[in-house]
């Protein structure tokens, strides 16, 4: 089945430690997205690739940092993680005109 | 910039009554998506229905219907027959229609018990 994959689901990570989260689609979707969900609040878009065009949200830190080698993966690096940075990582894909297909989310927790 | 507001942050239903959740948005724009997607506990976010903003006609899927009054910029989400499976937490979402990136503005949420 077509869908998008999140690796790994759950990840235990040290205060600055550098770690990465990956996102692979099947869906051959254009456009990919990174949201962060903290415990019990709505998903929060860092950033997003267009084809190969990356677009930064203004307010995302620059510990957060991306990689698109190619269509279907798309890499999280948060370079020096701060307990602050403990939640959930989603990544969606859209194909032009459709909506957003989400992905089953990574658990960070940085201690 | 575009909000979402969902004022009510739990609602509870017993298994087969209908439940409605409120959510509101404030924009400029005329031509927009309206979505409310579904989150079981620690499950993915899944698509529960969509709304076109050019469509007078409220989006239907099954059980799941919604009430879209565009002047009033409501967009609740009608839950009937309700279902165990229903318990999660439900996100309303505004997209603009850019034809680009199409970024989603989410609401708060809220967070649906179901009980027997």
């Known amino acids: 089945d077509a869908m998008v994959i999140q690796n790994p689901r759950y990840q235990v990570t040290q205060f600055g430690k550098p770690v990465t989260l990956s996102c692979s689609q099947t869906?051959?979707?254009?456009?990919m997205y990174w949201y962060q969900q903290k415990s019990s609040q709505a998903p929060k878009l860092l950033f997003h690739?267009?084809?190969?065009?990356?677009?930064n949200e203004a307010d995302t830190p620059d510990n957060f940092q991306s990689r698109r080698p190619n269509t279907s993966f798309c890499f999280l690096d948060i370079r020096s993680p701060g307990l602050g940075d403990t939640a959930m990582y989603l990544c969606?894909?859209?194909?032009?005109?459709?909506?957003?297909?989400f992905g089953p989310g990574t658990r960070l927790t940085v201690l | 910039a575009q909000t979402v507001t969902q004022s009510q942050p739990e609602m509870s239903v017993q298994e087969a009554e209908t439940v409605t959740l409120s959510c509101t948005y404030d924009?400029?724009?005329?031509?927009?998506?309206l979505f409310w997607y579904k989150q079981p506990p620690s499950r993915q976010m899944i698509l529960v229905i969509r709304?076109?903003?050019?469509?007078?006609q409220n989006a239907t899927e099954n059980r799941f219907s919604v009430n879209f009054q565009k002047a009033a910029k409501s967009f609740s989400l009608k839950i009937s027959d309700s279902q165990l499976g229903d318990a999660a937490m439900y996100f309303c979402?505004?997209?603009?229609?850019?034809?680009?990136?199409?970024?989603?503005?989410f609401g708060t949420g809220t967070r649906l018990q179901v009980t027997l």
């Open positions: 969606a894909t859209r194909r032009q005109y459709n909506e957003q297909f």
């Open positions: 869906l051959n979707h254009n456009v």
């Open positions: 690739y267009y084809d190969k065009d990356f677009n």
């Open positions: 924009t400029s724009e005329s031509d927009y998506y």
């Open positions: 709304q076109e903003a050019y469509k007078q």
């Open positions: 979402a505004y997209r603009s229609e850019d034809g680009t990136a199409s970024k989603l503005t």
